[in-house]
């Protein structure tokens, strides 16, 4: 396997974050970095994501704390989904300026909980702008069945 891998947006994919089929997604790059265990992208954001006054609303903050944690189960080969996202804003983010986005492991797994962190610097990647934390549940066959299972349930 190669040290690192560009994680581009699947063209079947309807995700808003990551996504090549959603039409007014972000279609967010990331850069798998299998020696350090890590998933960084570059972005300037535009002026189409922001809250006002040239700063990134604080929404798109967290998809992008959030998109860059989940891309970190890759790491596990696992398929996970976020139970809890907690998101620290620290600095304003400038929209017209780049920034780096970077996911990593924040503990070991307990049983089908990954904990991750993301955070967002500056392009030099001297400050730190905001910062999350997440709770991941892995799922699986088995998960999808009882969703499933439980979905019919309420439908009855």
Known sequence: MSDKITLAPNPENQCFGCGGA????????????NARRRITGRFVLGE???????????????LLLDEAMGKVC???DARAVTAELN?????????????????F??????????????????SA????????????VVVGERQRALGQAVSQEFKQ
């Open 87 to 103: 998101v620290e804003y620290l600095k304003p983010v400038k929209v017209d300026e780049e920034i780096l986005v970077e996911g």
């Open 125 to 136: 990647g001297d400050v730190v702008l905001a910062r999350g934390r997440g709770r991941f």
């Open 22 to 33: 959603n039409g007014a997604g972000m279609k967010l790059t990331f850069e798998q970095d």
């Open 74 to 76: 890759r790491f596990r």
């Open 48 to 62: 189409t994501y922001q809250g006002g006054g040239g700063m990134a609303h604080g929404g798109i903050i967290a």
């Open 105 to 122: 492991e924040a503990e070991e797994p307990k049983g089908r909980n990954l904990f991750l962190a993301a955070e967002i610097r500056d």
